[in-house]
């Protein structure tokens, strides 16, 4: 088995074992997350989307809310569990297929671009399992396989003190990377709150992957 094999297996481990103990961090439950998604959906600039791809759903707590702006959404996650919970509460949605899937041996490109990336409370667990490059390689993957003038939405809670994955000189490398591989940044907000007594805030992006002009593709 190769190294990258091992870590991919250490993510399904990991991920099926939370879920199999029920809602590991009270998505469906807290009012804190609820707002949150709130939040990630107002900052969203298009009334619909037409292909969207979303990265770590879980068990589809958020898709089943951003379902109602896309045409298609394809809701990815490395946890059978989890998906098998998404599927369970799925209910008529039609444009929506949830899938067991790890993005890091994901073809992006294999399909039409996208004109909606989400990726939430995701990408400090990838810089946990694999290396910065293999990370900066993902997102610069993304980047190529967004539609000209379609968008990347990153959101990751962010605090001081407490697990150093969340710290937020970190979360804000990973936000920057976004703007190293070519995206623009079309708007920002800070969400605070506070969660089981814990003070937290969430950081939001919303990227664009700007349309080429005459003056830059030199027509």
């Known amino acids: 088995m190769t190294d990258r094999e091992q870590i991919c297996r250490k993510a399904e481990s990991f991920f099926n074992d ?8 009270e998505l469906e439950t807290s009012n804190w997350e609820h707002e949150r998604y709130a939040r990630l959906l107002a900052i969203l600039d298009q009334p619909r989307y037409g292909r969207v791809l979303e990265i770590g759903c879980g068990a589809g707590t958020f898709t089943r809310r951003l379902a109602g702006l896309a045409d298609k959404v ?15 509460a799925q209910s008529d949605l039609k444009q929506v297929e949830f899938r067991v899937g790890n993005i890091m041996d994901y073809n992006l490109r294999e399909a039409e671009p ?5 990726m939430s409370e995701t990408i400090y667990f990838l810089g946990w399992l694999y290396s910065f ?16 003038g379609g968008q ?7 605090f001081e003190t407490g697990e150093p994955l969340l710290r937020p000189l970190i979360i804000r490398t990973y936000r920057d990377l976004f703007l190293n ?9 800070i969400f605070p709150g506070e969660k089981h007594g814990v003070p937290l805030e969430v950081l939001m ?4 992957k700007i349309k080429p002009t005459a003056a830059t593709t030199g027509s």
């Open 18 to 25: 939370l879920w199999m103990r029920g809602d590991p961090w």
């Open 74 to 88: 394809l809701a990815l996650d490395v946890s059978s569990e989890a998906v098998a919970r998404a599927r369970a």
């Open 114 to 118: 996208w004109d909606l990336i989400v």
């Open 133 to 148: 490059f293999d990370v900066s390689w993902l997102a610069a993957e993304m980047f190529e396989a967004t539609r000209p």
């Open 152 to 158: 990347m939405l990153l959101a990751n809670t962010q």
């Open 181 to 189: 591989v070519g995206y623009e940044l079309n708007a920002e907000k």
């Open 205 to 208: 992006s919303l990227f664009c």
